[in-house]
């Protein structure tokens, strides 16, 4: 059993900057590639950026390249999605999920994939 627990969300207003992290507890945690999904509200479920097990492959929906950097902090069993030059449309609470890729520690999941385990989410807003 993992469990995930995402920090950092809050209000901020554009052009502004928020560090979000998804700290994982459990056996094994060292085993997941993680991602990062926001929902705004009204609309579906979107995934935002993914990050492997080794850390050394990472991607972002198109959205916000540029403007995002995910990472992790193997010791403090910790994933953080920096967001930068934050804009209203990306309001919405964020959730890191975890998807157990081993022992492929290149694999980044998308959207596509379907994820072992969820955090509860945070909620980012962005506002003048």
């Known amino acids: 059993q993992l469990q995930l627990v995402e920090s950092g969300g809050g209000l901020v207003q554009p052009g502004g900057s928020l560090r979000l992290s998804c700290t994982a507890s459990?056996?094994?945690?060292?085993?997941?590639?993680v991602g990062w999904f926001r929902q705004a509200p009204g609309k579906e479920r979107e995934w935002v950026s993914c990050i492997s097990i080794s850390g050394g492959i990472t991607k972002y929906v198109d959205s916000v390249k540029g403007r995002f950097t995910i990472s992790r902090d193997k010791p403090l069993n910790t994933v953080y999605l920096q967001m930068n030059s934050l804009e209203p449309e990306d309001t919405a609470t964020y959730y890191c999920?975890?998807?157990?890729?081993?022992?492929?520690?290149?694999?980044?999941?998308?959207?596509?994939?379907?994820?072992?385990?969820w955090g509860k989410g945070t909620l980012v807003t962005v506002s003048s």
């Open positions: 459990g056996f094994a945690s060292d085993r997941y590639a």
């Open positions: 999920a975890a998807l157990n890729t081993y022992p492929n520690m290149m694999y980044c999941p998308t959207g596509d994939n379907r994820m072992d385990y």
